[in-house]
T-cell receptor
């Protein structure tokens, strides 16, 4: 049973436009959500996070929106740049203090075309 | 430089030959984890450790062992590797953050092939 779902394996966007990456989850006990970015031949790097008590978190060009009632979060990148081309993983943490236990989605490959 | 290191980066081995993938972090982090990444399956957690001598199973622990004898190291042990353990492995660490959570820092990955 997949608890964190990224239903779009890939997304292609023109440079300068908005990229929207989506993530759905099934477990209402998740209390923290994160986005990681991964380039080929490198480990994932943390991008942005949001607590379940918030509905929006912004960091520069990156904004994460959380809709708890729909169990849905999205990552907006605006404006998109060619250097943003990477695989993006959505992840969720189970509540109860178990910090090490992250559940990842399958990832969405973003391609930003010049 | 703050980092998570893994060795080896690439390994080809045969079924049944015990191997260890080392992971070390120099950030004094309490938490360390191992993940495997497979096509179409994303990142799946194998084991994690909340502190020295404290380890727990993730979502796919079968066929793996770990130990946490010291804070900086968290080796992944495959006692009898099988072809279905061919994968890309990532080690990660994180500090104990205020409010109980911090993001994880990942190593560069170890690509393991078991024939």
């Amino acid at each position: 049973d997949q608890q964190v779902k990224q239903n779009s394996p890939s997304l292609s966007v023109q440079e300068g436009r908005i990229s929207i990456l989506n993530c759905d989850y099934t477990n209402s006990m998740f209390d923290y959500f994160l986005w990681y970015k991964k380039y080929p031949a490198e480990g994932p790097t943390f991008l942005i996070s949001i607590s379940s008590i918030k509905d929006k978190n912004e960091d520069g060009r990156f904004t994460v929106f959380l809709n708890k009632s729909a169990k849905h979060l999205s990552l907006h990148i605006v404006p998109s740049q060619p250097g943003d081309s990477a695989v993006y993983f959505c992840a969720a943490k189970r509540g109860g203090g178990s910090q090490g236990n992250l559940i990842f989605g399958k990832g969405t490959k973003l391609s930003v075309k010049p | 430089e703050a980092q998570v290191t893994q060795n080896p980066r690439y390994l080809i081995t045969v079924t049944g030959k015990k191997l260890t993938v080392t992971c070390s972090q120099n950030m004094n982090h309490e938490y360390m984890s191992w993940y495997r990444q497979d096509p179409g399956l994303g990142l799946r957690q194998i084991y994690y450790s909340m502190n020295v001598e404290v380890t727990d199973k993730g979502d796919v622990p079968e066929g793996y062992k770990v130990s946490r004898k010291e804070k900086r190291n968290f080796p992944l042990i495959l006692e009898s590797p099988s072809p279905n353990q061919t994968s890309l492995y990532f080690c990660a660490s994180s500090p104990r953050g205020t409010g109980g959570f911090s993001e994880q820092y990942f190593g560069p990955g170890t690509r393991l092939t078991v024939t």
